[in-house]
């Protein structure tokens, strides 16, 4: 299954390609610090010229780019470049805050396909495949991103977009999708959806699910390629940096290969900003080493992972970050003990009789702080006495103590109450204020 769409730039020598990313990192610093004000100010005040980086040990000079920069800039003040150079503007959806806006000159979508290239190619997508691409066509980056990948390589795209869960099982099925493009929760609805109206997944051709866009574990990964008969590879991104095509794992899924060419990435410290070494967990960050109308400087994702820059077994060399199953900012804190939603999918997966789709509720009664775990089971195991249903959840409320060190308590639901997403999942409802 290993096939490598750029041979010369994956299994580029690590010396030869640290060379070429200083010599980018050089013209980028160069090209921001003159066409946006932005950088040319952080940067005088910290006393750095683009000319001081001569080496990539000088990358921990430049200041940090956070998300509050992006919202500042509202909507066009980070671009370098006008707006007749600029072919897309992509957006990421802010519910509460103000939106980031990134656009894309000719020369960035060329990149992007080529790099959305490569992650389909190592997650299994061929030439000869049709692939059916249910993420969103809108304002976010996921679906023209990963479709302009699909395109690159010679696959029969089909834009399906989210939502309408029976068209997209009726389109599988006719159009004989081989290759499902989406957010890992909305494959799980999908596969659940096609149970319910009785769709036969012998009857369909799909073989590889290309899932990222919101973090999700090995455990459902399982899930996944066991119901839907396919194998399932993990694909990240972000709108800032430049959405999908970032990394991606390859058939040995032991990590996923970061785009070093185009993409330096670091680990620090979220609390110090510290680099941390090799294979230690902390805050990725990334700078964007090509990029024409919206250059990034050392962006701190929010994500956490470790990154190791060991070759891999298939022949890459490009470095290997870990899946990202945590945010600095999705951690909740329950009575003092902090909390990741993957920790409950981890615990719930393990269970038997559990579906797969819950949802963390909390309050405050008083000064305490509770946290409610809704839980689906199998209509099989869904208990008619009330005995049994009492213990199951004590049995649930268990294990997820142990795993989580709070007590949260545990609310077994009928099957279909917890809601169903068509795009990222919503895991967590704070009703704390
Ligand atoms: O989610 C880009 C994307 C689309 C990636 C399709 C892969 C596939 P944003 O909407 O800006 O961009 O959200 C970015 O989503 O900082 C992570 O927290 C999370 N995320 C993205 N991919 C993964 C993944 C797209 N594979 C934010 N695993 C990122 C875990 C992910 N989290």
């Known amino acids: 299954m290993n096939e490598i769409w750029n041979l010369e730039y994956e299994t580029m020598g690590r010396d030869e390609l640290r060379a070429l990313q200083l010599q980018r990192l050089q013209m980028t610093l160069r090209w921001s610090y003159k066409n946006v004000p932005f950088y040319k100010d952080k940067w005088d005040g910290a006393g750095l010229h683009p000319d001081d980086v001569r080496s990539l040990d000088d990358l921990s000079r430049i200041p940090f780019t956070v998300k509050e920069d992006f919202r500042k800039a509202y909507p ?43 992650v389909v190619t190592a997650g299994g997508a061929r030439p000869h495949d ?8 809108g304002l976010q980056t996921g679906a023209f991103g990963l479709h302009g990948g699909l395109e690159r ?55 590889v699910g290309l899932f990222g866009a919101e973090s999700w574990t090995n455990n459902l990964r399982q899930e996944l390629e066991k119901r839907m008969g396919l194998t399932a590879s993990d694909n990240y991104g972000l709108t800032e940096v430049m959405g999908p095509g970032i990394s991606g794992e390859c058939p040995l899924k032991d990590g996923l290969h970061i785009n070093e060419d185009h993409f330096i990435v670091e680990v620090v410290d979220p609390v110090t ?20 109308a919206v250059p990034v400087l050392r962006y701190r994702t929010g994500d ?50 559990i579906e797969p789709h819950f949802q963390i509720l909390l309050d405050r009664k008083g000064p305490m702080d509770e946290m409610v775990v809704q839980v689906e089971v199998e209509p099989a195991v869904f208990p008619d006495a009330m005995r049994q249903l009492v213990e199951f959840e004590r049995h649930v409320e268990d294990r997820l103590q142990e795993e989580l060190g709070v007590r949260a308590r545990v609310k077994l639901v009928e099957p279909k109450t917890v809601p169903r997403h068509t795009g990222k999942a919503r895991r967590v409802i704070d009703r704390r204020s």
């Not at 980031?100 to 959305?116: M, P």
């Not at 049709?130 to 066509?137: E, H, R, S």
């Not at 957010?183 to 609805?189: D, F, G, I, M, V």
């Open 273 to 292: 900003g510290e680099n941390v070494p090799e294979g230690t967990e902390g805050e990725l960050v990334f700078s964007a080493l090509t990029k024409e």
């Open 153 to 207: 390589i010679g696959a029969s795209v089909i834009p399906a977009s989210t939502g309408n869960t029976r068209r997209q099982l009726t389109i599988m099925r006719d159009y004989k999708t081989t290759v499902l493009v989406c957010t890992p929760s909305y494959a799980l609805y999908i596969a659940e959806t096609a149970a319910d109206l009785g769709f036969d997944w012998g009857e369909l051709n799909v073989r």
């Open 130 to 137: 049709v692939a059916q691409v249910a993420f969103g066509y």
């Open 304 to 353: 956490l992972a470790s990154v190791t820059f060991r070759p891999c077994a298939c022949g890459r060399t490009l470095a290997r970050h870990t899946k990202v199953y945590a945010r600095t900012d999705d951690m909740i804190i329950v009575r003092g003990v902090n909390v990741f939603p993957s920790q409950v999918e981890d615990v719930l997966m393990d269970i038997e009789g």
């Open 76 to 118: 066009y003040d980070l671009f370098a470049v006008p707006l007749e150079r600029v072919v897309r503007i992509h957006s990421s959806t802010g519910t509460t805050a103000r939106p980031i806006v990134v656009g894309y000159t000719r020369g960035d979508l060329n990149t992007w396909a080529e790099l959305c290239a490569r």
